[in-house]
């Protein structure tokens, strides 16, 4: 076979095969470009709720915290002006700052849409994360300074997920052995011991206020300790993790910490105006020492 006679036979050959290369391409695109157009809330989610440090995502400068969100207080309530917040209209972000930097009862700010400015005198522990035009701000002062001590699962991957609605009644979740006290050594001295959860889960997007909560129900002592975690206010499925609000027993001793055995709930707090749903996937408890 002459050098012509083989190119005719190649040719085609190369082409079947650019032509095959070129198609999966596409349909590998075409799976991105799907992915990205019907859940970008979720990979938008998971990285919003990455591990934080402390009590959110850190992305901040020197003097300031800031978690994505709009600020919210300890029951996730918007806060009231006047007493937890001032407002001042038309600021920048710099200006903003500068506003609490000059003011020493000034713990965080809410910026968001380019020029709303709230100032709070009241440490918002909370975040609404779907609030994606705002930023809450932590004087990096204001912040509770502590360090991971132990991070134990008591619910998932195993488990068969838990799917809740608005009925806002407690379901059994897990039986996790001394949640509070078998794994985790007593705080150092000085410390105090809080405790958050960190969980994969999702809620529905909802007219009104929506939140899963975890309870522990201990058997014996006066507190049964509960963990709101944050909204996602997503669509069916779409999960997301994050932290839990803080707790802690008492002041924080290990004298005050509740060890026995007890059941783990989970209900749907929820004042939708119709049946939504949420669901967690696993979860994890969480002890940290904390300064005073």
């Known amino acids: 076979m002459n050098l012509l006679s083989s190119a005719k036979v190649l040719l085609p050959l190369l082409g079947a095969l650019l032509l095959q290369e070129e198609v999966l391409a596409t349909s590998l695109r075409g799976k991105n470009e799907e992915s990205a ?9 998971l990285s919003e709720f990455s591990p934080p440090p402390v009590v959110g995502r850190s992305l901040a400068s020197s ?8 600020c919210r207080t300890a029951s996730w309530g918007m806060g009231k002006e006047g007493v937890d917040f001032e407002v001042y209209g038309d600021k920048n972000l710099n200006e903003c700052k500068a506003l609490c930097s000059g003011n020493s009862s000034c713990k965080a700010i809410e ?7 709230e100032v709070w005198m009241n440490l918002p522990e909370n975040v609404e994360s779907e609030k994606r035009r705002y930023g809450c701000y932590h004087k ?10 132990n991070r134990r699962p008591f619910f998932g991957p195993g488990d068969q997920a838990v799917t809740v609605n608005r009925d806002g009644d407690w379901k059994l979740l897990a039986r996790p052995y001394g949640p509070f006290g078998y ?14 959860i960190y969980a994969n889960h999702w809620d529905e997007n909802s007219g009104g206020t929506t939140n899963l909560q975890i309870k522990f129900n201990l058997n014996t002592g006066d507190v049964d300790p509960v963990f709101t975690l944050p909204r ?11 932290y839990s609000d803080w707790f802690q027993f008492g ?4 004298e005050e910490t509740n060890k026995n055995h007890g059941d783990a709930y989970i209900r749907l707090n929820s004042n939708a105006p119709y049946n939504n749903h949420g669901k967690i996937h696993w979860a994890e408890l969480v002890a940290y020492d904390c300064d005073n």
């Open 183 to 196: 794994a985790a050594a007593d705080p150092a001295p000085g410390l105090v011991r809080k405790w958050r």
């Open 37 to 45: 157009e019907y859940f970008p809330h979720v990979s938008e989610q």
């Open 251 to 254: 002041h924080g001793t290990a």
């Open 63 to 70: 003097d300031y915290t800031k978690y994505e969100g709009a």
């Open 140 to 149: 990096v002062s204001s912040d509770p300074q502590c360090h991971e001590v």
């Open 111 to 117: 910026h968001g849409n380019h020029v709303h400015c």
């Open 232 to 242: 996602v206010a997503g669509e069916w499925g779409w999960r997301a993790d994050g």
